[in-house]
């Protein structure tokens, strides 16, 4: 089965940002924004879900049945960069099909290691890099860029409507132990919580907060807060939202 590289989105048919990052893009939406879809994207496939398919995780875990295998793009994601660069370089990569290619060479490499999450760094910055340890079957992968080979574990909670990435990345490390990340390439969004559609009608620091005590519940000492000791105390004496870790035993 060949990789779909597939990239979802909701409302934003003027804003699919991602799809000139490669080759052949498909953008999945739902049925009723087709018509505005395809009129303002006429150089990409559009695949449809019903309607009665809300929000972004009951959208994950229908494409993942639907596709198979993919890989999947948020839609406000523009720019690729590699980590490793020599000293003056921005590491930006613009070339499609090079972009592409770095895609479907981590999907090959996670059919060799019969892996069923695979993604890359949220590693910003060359200084981060690591060159000893490019690849990892231990880190998570970052949300915006990520791909799956659909198994019966490949599954996302729909309790959860935010942090997904870190539910797909603990749920997978606790059923099969490992997860590829390739910290050689970072992709990059547009500011999240200013940019209109997709999650930014249910982003805010409530459900960030439901959403984070959700994951620890299910995880526990697993998943780490910002400003929270050693000891799992938090010695802020309170919930810091939006900042967590995933610490994996194994």
Excluded at 181 to 199: C, E, H, M, P
Aim: proline share 3%; net charge positive.
């Amino acid at each position: 089965m060949s990789l779909k590289i597939v990239i979802p989105s909701h409302k934003r048919h003027d804003r699919v940002f991602s799809k000139k990052l490669v080759v052949d893009p498909i953008i999945c939406v739902a049925k009723s924004q087709e018509a505005i879809y395809k009129e303002y994207n006429p150089e990409c496939e559009i695949v449809c879900h019903p309607d009665d398919v809300v929000g972004l995780v009951p959208k994950r875990n229908w494409m993942a049945k639907h596709f198979g295998e993919l890989f999947m793009f948020d839609d406000d994601v523009h720019v690729c960069k590699r980590l490793f660069v020599e000293k003056g370089e921005s590491g930006v990569i613009r070339d499609p099909v090079q972009i592409t290619a770095i895609v479907n060479n981590l999907y090959e490499l996670a059919c060799m290691l019969d892996v069923h999450v695979f993604g890359f760094t949220s590693r910003v910055t060359p200084v981060m890099y690591d060159e000893t340890a490019y690849l990892s079957l231990q880190h998570m992968i970052t949300g915006c860029s990520y791909g799956v080979r659909y198994n019966k574990n490949v599954w996302w909670n729909e309790e959860l409507r935010l942090k997904e990435d870190f539910w797909i990345s603990c749920y997978m490390k606790y059923k099969e132990r490992k997860i590829l990340t390739d910290i050689r390439y970072n992709f990059a969004q547009k500011s999240t919580f200013v940019n209109s559609g997709g999650l930014a009608s249910i982003r805010n620091q409530e459900e960030e907060r439901r959403s984070i005590l959700f994951i620890r519940k299910n995880f526990g000492n697993a998943i780490r807060l910002k400003g929270e000791t050693n000891n799992g105390k938090d010695k802020t004496r309170q919930l810091v939202q939006y900042n967590i870790s995933a610490t994996f035993p194994f």
